[in-house]
Every structure is written in C-alpha cells, then in structure tokens.
C-alpha cells in the first residue's frame, strides 16, 4: 500500500467560466500530509525502509519535512527534521504532530542543511525534497491517476520549485503514452529560477528567493527539471505573489478549499487568461497543496501585496 491516497480529479465550473476553457483540478491538496510532496517522499522512504533503514533526516521547513514525517510515522521509522529559525509555525507543529523530533538549527536554510547532512549514516537516509529519481517515479502516479481518471488535457499546469513536481509529471506523462501533452510550468517573481534557466540556456542559481511562496523557493532547479524543457514540451509562466494570493481567495470561495501561495500561482494564469494558454481547451492543473497556509494567513498577505479580493 502507498503511503499517499488516490485525489479526486474535478472538473471546475467556476474556474472554467473564468478561464474560457474546461479546466480540471487533481486536488493534491487533499493529501493526508497536505501536499502531492507524500507521493514521491512516501516511495522513497518505503524503498529506503525496504533496504533496512531505520531513521529518515529532512532539513525542509516545509512540505517536504512534513512529507518525510508522515512518512516515517506510518513506516515505524525515527524521523529528525533540521529546520531554521525561519521556519513557519504551522510547518513546526505539522512536523511534530506527525512524532518526528523537530531540531531548530540556523538562521537560514544552509544552516540547518549542514546539520542534516552530517546526521546521515548506514541506518540513516537524507530524503531530498525534490533531486532524486525516486521522488519523481512516485510523483509520476498522479499522472498514472489522472489516466484512468478521465481524458487526456491539452496541456498540464502546475507550479515550479526545485523541479521534482515537473520531472515527476513529465515522467508520468511519458510513461503513459501522454509524451506529447506540454507542461505549463508556473513560478512566483522571486523563486523564478526555471524561467531564468529556460532564457539563458543554462541553469541559473537566484542569489536570493523573495517570493512569499516558500514552497517554490528553490534558488536553483534540478538538472533533470532543465533538461526536460529541451525533451518536453514546457511552458513557463512567471506570477506575482499579489496574482498567486488572490488566486487563492478566489479559489477558497469557487472550491471551499484553502491552499497555499504555490497552488494560487498555478491557478492564477488560469483564472487571468494568461496568453500561454491560449491554444489549450483543456487543461488539467495541479492543485499541489495546502499544508503551509490558513485563511488568516492568506488574508494578511492580500493586505500587504495589496492584492486584488
Ligand atoms: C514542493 C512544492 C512545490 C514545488 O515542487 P518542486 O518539486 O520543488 O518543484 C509546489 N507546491 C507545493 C505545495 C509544494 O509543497
């Protein structure tokens, strides 16, 4: 048995008036964990516990660390999370409500990395947030879903971080027989990483990451996730965090549902019509998660982004 369950894929009315086209959500949001983040985490910890290892080490603050420590709760294993002080509340108290030991180290990410890594030993694996075939092969199963689901879309929207979502989604399209439906791959001012690759044809490391959206705020993208865009078809959309946020609003009032910044980016070039996707009909968008945020929290970003509501 997976660790990550089967998400509806819905088609939306509300976002499909809005869109002019027919738009699906595969509602990964709907994760026990809160994001799709289990379905690639959640089958590289199982191959991990298959070989024997007893204790998962994450440094994501985010997702992912949540990711792992659900994981690690259902497989028996210890897990550790090394998280900087930055760290959001919400993330800490999801982390230790799934029983992992929560280790606050630094003041910015690379600090609490270092500590992780140095954790790592034959009984301890470092499970990373997205730069491992594993996480994409288990990634890929939503797009496995979405096949038996329904009809193929004209193209896949979802949003970018360090890349695994998008090696995982072109590797379940491919395995398919899908290879020719293009991604549409969305990123926040900020965390554009991808787009910066994809223009100057090399990967580009940010010097820094300002966008509100965390979970998308890799400085650079994996290897794989660049390569594709000269296999695959890819697409790429940058949003504000102003667009992001009030897709997200919208998108509570449409779907009942409060996701987070890196979901609104993916909905926001569909809400807004974004000429990107003026040759697609159908599009399927990857409603990635929710984990990270609340409508409070939501709210207070539309005030100082000075979001439209
Ligand atoms: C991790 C994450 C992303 C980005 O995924 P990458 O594999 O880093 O590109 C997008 N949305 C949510 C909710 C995430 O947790």
Redesign the pocket.
Same mark, same amino acid.
């Given at each position: 048995m997976p660790l990550h369950i089967e998400t509806p894929l819905v088609e939306s009315r509300p976002l499909s008036l809005a869109s002019g086209r027919t738009v699906r959500l595969k509602l990964e949001a709907l994760q026990p964990p809160g994001?799709f983040?289990i379905r690639g985490i959640g089958a590289a910890c199982e191959h991990h516990a298959r070989r024997g290892v007893r204790r998962f080490v994450s440094s994501s603050g /985010?997702?992912?660390g949540i990711a792992v420590a659900h994981a690690g709760r259902r497989l028996s294993a210890a897990v550790v999370v090394v998280v900087p002080e930055t760290a959001s509340a919400i993330a800490r108290r999801s982390i230790e409500d799934e029983g992992a030991e929560l280790v606050l180290h630094g003041a910015a990410w690379h600090e609490a990395h270092a500590l992780a890594l140095t954790m790592v030993d034959t009984d301890t694996a470092f499970v990373h947030?997205?730069d491992d075939p594993l996480v994409w092969r288990g990634h890929a199963t939503m797009i496995d879903e979405a096949v038996r689901q329904g009809a193929r879309p004209d193209a896949v929207v979802l949003?970018? %971080?360090? /890349? %695994? &979502? &998008?090696c995982g989604v072109v590797e379940g399209l491919r395995r398919n027989g899908w290879s020719d439906v293009p991604v549409v791959a969305v990123e926040t001012r900020g965390a554009e990483s991808l787009h910066r690759s994809m223009r100057s044809g090399r990967r580009v490391t940010l010097d820094a990451v300002t966008s509100i959206a965390t979970? &998308?705020g890799?400085r650079e993208v994996c290897e794989q996730a660049f390569r594709w865009t000269s296999e695959h078809p890819v697409a790429s959309v940058v949003v504000d965090d102003a667009a992001a946020v009030s897709a997200c609003l919208r998108f509570v009032d449409d779907h009942r549902l409060v996701v987070?910044p890196?979901?609104g980016a993916a909905l926001a070039p569909v809400y807004d019509r974004a000429p990107e996707l003026d040759a697609f009909d159908d599009v399927l968008v990857v409603v990635? /998660?929710g984990a990270v945020a609340s409508l409070a929290r939501l709210d207070a970003w539309a005030v100082d982004l000075g979001a439209r509501r």
């Open positions: 994001s983040k /985010g997702n992912a947030p997205f949003s970018v %971080g360090g /890349g %695994g &979502l &998008l979970s &998308l890799a987070e890196a979901s990635c /998660g």
